[in-house]
């Protein structure tokens, strides 16, 4: 499809399993967000990627999160020692300058640590 | 510090009221970004709108509408004449430079028919 693919949808995981968490972005979209959205809370900012690079990686709750980008494409979230805290749906959106910065969001993968 | 306000958790009207959704924005910057997005049931967000800081026009389109005030910090988003489609969380955000993004909490808004 032409638009932002995460998968998986759902995740069931243990405490203290690792995850990887993946998105797609629309072919062409240098920049890649992702974010957090826990029950019925606003978006909490975790990374952005310009290209495979992450000039900003202050929304990372902890040193448990990291992300990375490859090809300017495809970029996968990881979450090491998952916490229950962790629980939430995790989004991921691309954008493109000639689109005027305008984020296309995916469906999200809901990640529930037991 | 950037951040955004949407006081308003729920609001539900009856169709074809008009609704206004309020949004707050604080920063230091001269130079920035507002956004509107719909999150409907199915989830996925839907962008509404951008707005610079330096275009304080208001925008119409349809039976939305927007009234930026720097003035105030406010950026809100009225639907004239709501729809039961309409129902949806919406979100109000805030950029500088496009590297991070900073949202509101969210408003649902429920319509009824």
């Known amino acids: 499809g032409a638009g932002v693919s995460q998968s998986p949808s759902n995740k069931v995981t243990e405490k203290g399993k690792d995850v990887e968490l993946r998105c797609d972005p629309i072919?062409?979209?240098?920049?890649l967000y992702w974010y957090r959205q826990s029950l019925g809370q606003g978006l909490e900012f975790l990374i952005y990627?310009?290209?495979?690079?992450?000039?900003?990686k202050s929304g990372l709750p902890s040193d448990r999160f990291s992300a990375e980008r490859t090809g300017g494409s495809v970029s996968t979230l990881t979450i090491q020692r998952t916490q229950q805290e962790d629980s939430a749906v995790y989004l991921c959106?691309?954008?493109?300058?000639?689109?005027?910065?305008?984020?296309?969001f995916g469906p999200g993968t809901r990640l529930t640590v037991l | 510090a950037q951040k955004v306000t949407q006081a308003q958790t729920e609001i539900s009207v009856v169709e074809k009221e008009d609704v206004t959704l309020d949004c707050v924005y604080e920063?230091?910057?001269?130079?920035?970004?507002l956004f509107w997005y719909k999150q409907p049931p199915s989830g996925e967000l839907v962008f509404l709108i951008r707005?610079?800081?330096?275009?304080?026009q208001n925008e119409i389109s349809g039976r939305y509408s927007w009234n930026f005030q720097k003035s105030t910090s406010s950026f809100n988003f009225t639907i004239t004449a709501s729809q039961v489609v309409d129902s949806a969380v919406y979100f109000c955000?805030?950029?500088?430079?496009?590297?991070?993004?900073?949202f509101g909490s969210g408003t649902k808004l429920n319509v009824k028919p």
């Open positions: 959106a691309s954008s493109t300058r000639d689109r005027g910065h305008e984020q296309f």
């Open positions: 072919s062409g979209h240098t920049a």
């Open positions: 990627f310009q290209g495979n690079s992450a000039p900003d």
């Open positions: 920063t230091r910057d001269t130079t920035y970004y």
């Open positions: 707005r610079n800081s330096f275009d304080e």
């Open positions: 955000a805030l950029s500088i430079n496009f590297n991070k993004f900073y």
